[in-house]
């Protein structure tokens, strides 16, 4: 049965620290690309697969653009987005349905609460209920759909392996790793995930963040404009305070966080680092991934220290700050 990076090749990327003890480590693996691309640095096995969960994200929203979507600007953010399901992620996510002449019951993904605290509290208080539209996918689902829509597929059966949509987004998907994927599993979401290895992860994450809106392949142009369209909403991706978003708005990277403790980042002079996090923790990646871009070179310590800073690293002891959760590499 195929399966993750093993124990034996994992090493230390974070550590818990309370009160000046270790309590804790945090073991895993990353690869951090240099700006053209070539392997700069190696943490572990990065060549056993990973599932990328939702650092697969920009990828398969590149799938439904080549496929037909039509999406731009916050659309185009949500279609690559883990949301935090505010009203506001709600209102794009709804305009990408209403602009194919769907709805909210034609998203695949289930229901949920939303991830942001506020929202929450207001639909518990209204006697409100999960629903489909403020899963954090969902924007990725609506952009699926848009797909279909515009290559006349089946909206209702979208997420099936072998529906003509996730066909195409597999093929999209080896294209940008330049690799075959070595398993298929169902994400948290419903749709189909694919396995690989942090170097393809890697690779694809790159090229995605290093592409240009110039350039003469339709693929790399829809990239670009992906990216841009992240960076200058960086709201969409994740949600106000939550750190994707705290990235790109203080650092201009392109980061994206995927569940069980996978994350990709890409710098803005391309430097890219993909890691995944071996218990599932994905606590400490972000502080990771920019600590490893700092390593490199593609980001200044100085302007780095205060993004980590807001980030929710602190160790409490009877309601006081006791310690910290601190990159290792």
């Known amino acids: ?15 818990v620290e309370r009160s000046g003890f ?3 480590r945090h073991a895993g693996a990353a690869v951090v690309l240099s700006p053209d691309g070539a392997l700069l640095r190696t943490l572990g096995d990065v060549d ?10 920009p990828l398969q929203a590149l799938a439904s653009l080549t496929a037909g979507a039509v999406l731009e600007g916050e659309s185009l953010g949500l279609a690559t987005a883990s949301h935090s399901g505010t009203d506001r992620h709600v209102a794009v996510v709804r305009d990408i349905l209403n602009s194919v002449g769907l709805g909210e019951d034609d998203l695949g993904c289930p229901p949920a609460w939303p991830g942001d605290t506020a929202t929450r509290d207001e639909l518990v208080r209204e006697l409100g209920s999960p629903t489909r539209i403020r899963m954090n996918c969902s924007g990725k689902h609506a952009a699926m759909l ?13 997420l099936s392996p072998d529906h003509p949509l996730q066909v195409h987004t597999r093929d999209v998907i080896e294209r940008l790793t330049g690799a075959k994927a070595a398993a298929m599993a169902i ?34 142009r829809m990239a670009g404009a992906l990216v841009r369209a ?10 106000p305070g939550r750190p994707d978003t705290v990235a790109i708005e203080r650092l201009g990277v392109f ?17 890219t680092a993909a890691l995944k996090v071996l218990d599932g923790n994905g606590r400490a990646a972000s502080a990771i991934a920019l600590t490893l871009l700092v390593r490199a070179g ?32």
């Not at 056993?48 to 994200?57: E, G, N």
């Not at 994206?256 to 430097?271: F, N, Q, S, Y």
Request: glycine share 10%.
């Open 48 to 57: 056993a697969p990973i599932l990328p969960r939702s650092t697969l994200k």
């Open 230 to 239: 992240v960076r200058e909403n960086p709201w969409t991706i994740d949600g």
């Open 146 to 158: 848009a797909a279909c829509v515009a290559s006349g597929w089946d909206t209702a059966t979208y």
């Open 187 to 220: 994400d948290g979401c419903g749709a189909p995930v694919y396995a690989m290895s942090l170097v393809a992860l890697g690779r694809a994450i790159h090229r995605i963040g290093t592409a240009s809106e110039r350039s003469p392949f339709a693929l790399h």
């Open 298 to 329: 593609a980001l200044e310590a100085a302007q780095v220290a205060p993004v980590i800073a807001k980030l929710p690293l602190t160790v409490f002891g009877g309601g006081q700050d006791v310690g910290i959760i601190r990159p290792t590499v």
């Open 255 to 271: 980061t994206k966080t995927g569940a069980e403790g996978v994350m990709v980042m890409v710098a803005p002079d391309g430097t």
């Open 22 to 24: 270790i309590e804790s």
């Open 1 to 15: 049965m195929p399966q993750t990076l093993p124990v034996s090749a994992a090493v230390e990327l974070a550590v």
